[in-house]
């Protein structure tokens, strides 16, 4: 008979927070050092219909993070070997539901808000991922592989919320800014113009998540 090992949540002090556990810490960290505004546990989201309330369908995320043009992102954490979450997809299906008879009628004006489930530390992310660097988003490698995968990045949000068409300016207001590396919307892809600099952002999300499996909570 084959037992599986469960290792236990370790409650971790970060800023004066407890968080469940050290994986929720390091991602505070990586969000941090990303220089992305986070709160953890902001709220609670109750799941069933309101006639049915029943405290099981209580759901509280782990994360709310804001991209530098304050749009909203969702994050659960869970351990590498946990991609699915039962009340985390309920969740995403009720803040993307119309809030009126306008996006009933029109389901495409429904905001497009960012949600993502976090297997495992931001490093084992990274692995499969990149960054968006005007938003701080996840890109999986289909919305980076489909063109130049240094410099040009697609990125679906953040195609909704610029402008149609392309040469544009210089976002002054993104997460690769904060370093002095610049990104510009073209034709519903993010740009980093220069290979050297695209190549300087990478190495910083890389190193962001190096430092947040190796950061020490004391």
Request: proline share 5%.
């Given at each position: 008979?084959?037992?599986?090992?469960?290792i236990?949540?370790?409650?971790t002090?970060?800023?004066?927070?407890?968080?469940?556990?050290?994986?929720?810490?390091?991602?505070?960290?990586?969000?941090?050092?990303?220089?992305?505004?986070?709160?953890?546990?902001?709220e609670?989201?109750?799941?069933?219909?309101?006639?049915?309330?029943?405290?099981?369908?209580?759901?509280?995320?782990?994360?709310?993070?804001?991209?530098?043009q304050?749009?909203?992102?969702?994050?659960?954490?869970?351990?590498?070997?946990?991609?699915?979450d039962?009340?985390?997809?309920?969740?995403?299906?009720?803040?993307?539901?119309?809030?009126?008879?306008?996006e009933?009628?029109?389901?495409?004006?429904?905001?497009?808000?960012?949600t993502?489930?976090?297997?495992?530390?931001p490093?084992?992310?990274?692995?499969?991922?990149r960054?968006?660097p005007?938003?701080?988003?996840?890109?999986?490698?289909?919305?980076?592989k489909?063109?130049?995968?240094?410099?040009?990045?697609?990125?679906?949000?953040?195609?909704?919320?610029?402008?149609?068409?392309g040469?544009?300016?210089?976002?002054?207001n993104?997460?690769?800014?904060?370093?002095?590396?610049?990104?510009?919307?073209?034709?519903?892809?993010?740009?980093?113009d220069?290979?050297?600099?695209?190549?300087?952002?990478?190495?910083?999300?890389?190193?962001?998540?190096?430092?947040?499996?190796?950061?020490?909570?004391?």
């Open positions: 008979m084959t037992s599986i090992r469960t236990a949540a370790i409650p002090i970060y800023h004066g927070i407890e968080f469940r556990s050290r994986l929720e810490a390091r991602w505070a960290f990586f969000f941090e050092k990303l220089g992305l505004r986070w709160e953890y546990e902001p609670g989201f109750f799941l069933g219909e309101e006639q049915e309330y029943d405290p099981a369908l209580m759901y509280l995320p782990d994360f709310l993070v804001l991209t530098p304050d749009e909203e992102m969702w994050f659960e954490i869970k351990p590498i070997n946990i991609t699915e039962e009340k985390f997809t309920k969740f995403v299906q009720l803040i993307h539901k119309p809030k009126n008879k306008e009933e009628k029109e389901p495409w004006r429904i905001k497009d808000i960012r993502m489930l976090l297997s495992g530390q490093k084992d992310l990274l692995v499969n991922h960054i968006c005007r938003c701080g988003f996840f890109l999986d490698k289909e919305s980076y489909r063109f130049e995968p240094e410099t040009c990045f697609y990125c679906w949000e953040c195609d909704t919320e610029t402008p149609s068409g040469n544009d300016e210089y976002e002054k993104s997460v690769c800014s904060e370093r002095g590396i610049f990104c510009r919307q073209s034709k519903g892809s993010i740009m980093i220069d290979l050297d600099q695209a190549k300087r952002f990478y190495n910083i999300t890389q190193t962001s998540a190096e430092f947040s499996r190796r950061y020490r909570f004391d």
